[in-house]
């Protein structure tokens, strides 16, 4: 028995010298404790339920040139590609047909009008299918505040927006220096989407060069004073194609990476008990059960891919995504059993909107 763990469960507030233990915990039957605190409370506050987002990934041109990412503008040896409008309506509304009321658009970002307009387009012609009734999240990037509200009045619900890591140092560490790339930058966006009233997500990678347990921890500390209605948070998976690939010999083994991605859902369940965190596709790319572990962590969230067959595989931000070419129907029922497998019930047809947020507007 483990005193000084069981001290820190039953606390009310965690200290940072707290997260960084908790992060740092090792021995299997404290990580079996910690993780069901977490499943506890995550039944407790949001109920044994696992929702469902419909994940399309419309576009992978992005203007940035992040140093990790595999879709970055200087990475020439991808092929881009653009789903049209009429694509994306049509995959939306056979989501809905097919029994789920949740979706996120995802992107590399753009911020030209006719990408801006397209979104709109898309955001009117899914809430008028639905009659307003399908959660649509966005996951679109740094935008203009002007921008965020035209796409919420058309209909959006939430929007994603990582930090990436909290740290400015390390930020600058892992993105080039130029205007586009701006820590504050990504700081004021996250606030202006919170001033329009969305639902918002935010996020780390986890396991990055030079990226420190203090640092995690405050990552952590970072999602909660933003008080955040979502979390997605995944394991950084180093891509050939990219600059950050220079640094992979100060990476810890991928194992070590998908363990501290599952401890950092469990402590941030217990940091903020109500809201929606997502069981990420990268810790499927480093174990095939990696998305149950994230359940079994406390997540309660799930993004089965959606997109298109021909534009699969091609959203390529880190390597060995999974890609699976079974039919719409297949992939839910594939997810749903998987779910089952952790005591959690598969939820579809619910919105599944974050009961931190619906409490926040009361
Ligand atoms: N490994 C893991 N996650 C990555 N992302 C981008 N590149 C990588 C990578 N190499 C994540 C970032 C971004 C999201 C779209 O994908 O966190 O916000
Ligand atoms: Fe673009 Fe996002 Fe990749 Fe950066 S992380 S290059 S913004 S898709």
Sequence with gaps: MNSHLNDILNKSSLTKADIVYLLKLNNPSDLDLLFQQAVNIRNEYCGAKVFFRGLIEISNICRKNCLYCGIRIENKAIVRYDISEKEIIDTAFSAWDNGLASIVLQSGERTDKVFIHKIIRCLQAISDYTQHKMRITLSLGEQKKETYKLWKEAGADAYLLRIETSDSDLFRKIHPDNRLHRFEDRLRALE?????????????????PFQSIESLADDLIFIQNLDADMAGMGPYLEHQETPLFLWRNHLTDVNERLLLTLKMYA????????????????????????????????????????????????????????VSKLTLRKVLEKAETMVKTSGCEPVLADRGDPVHYLLKSL
């Design 192 to 208: 202006h989407l919170k001033e329009i009233g969305f639902q918002v997500g935010t996020g780390v990678m986890i396991g990055l």
């Design 267 to 322: 402590i941030l369940r217990i940091l903020m008990k109500d809201i929606n965190i997502a069981s990420t596709t990268a810790t499927d790319a480093i174990s095939s059960s990696g998305r149950l572990k994230g359940i079994l962590a406390g997540a309660n969230v799930i993004m089965p891919d959606i997109t298109p067959e021909k534009y699969l595989g091609k959203y390529t931000i880190y390597p060995n995504k999974p």
